[in-house]
């Protein structure tokens, strides 16, 4: 059993930085794929970033791309988000998720076999 719990959440101005971490324990998680996902309040979950089980291969949604940065430390048990220029619509509980099955880690959460609690990133304008 995997246990997940996320770190690094808060306000922050925008344009801002903030860095996430995702610490997994029970279970050592460096042969799966992790992901990272948000929900607004009255919004779905939606995708934000994913990793591969070795770093090498990392996704994005677009509306990270080119501001958000996943990456993970497979000695440590834990992966990161690195958020930059962050904006309003930012605003979101943040989630970090393991898929144990699957290689090229996906979009979709139902694919996601564990999840951590959430971090709450607030982005004021």
């Known amino acids: 059993q995997v246990q997940l719990v996320e770190f690094g959440g808060g306000l922050v101005q925008a344009g801002g930085s903030l860095r996430l971490s995702c610490a997994a324990s029970?279970?050592?998680?460096?042969?799966?794929?992790m992901g990272w996902f948000r929900q607004a309040p009255g919004k779905e979950r939606e995708f934000v970033a994913a990793i591969n089980w070795s770093g090498e291969n990392t996704y994005y949604a677009d509306s990270a791309k080119g501001r958000f940065t996943v990456s993970r430390d497979n000695v440590m048990n834990t992966a990161y988000l690195q958020m930059n220029s962050l904006k309003p619509e930012d605003t979101a509980v943040y989630y970090c998720?393991?898929?144990?099955?699957?290689?090229?880690?996906?979009?979709?959460?139902?694919?996601?076999?564990?999840w951590g609690q959430g971090t709450q990133v607030t982005v004021s304008s």
């Open positions: 998720a393991v898929d144990k099955f699957t290689l090229v880690p996906g979009t979709n959460p139902d694919r996601y076999d564990y």
């Open positions: 029970g279970s050592t998680v460096r042969h799966y794929a």
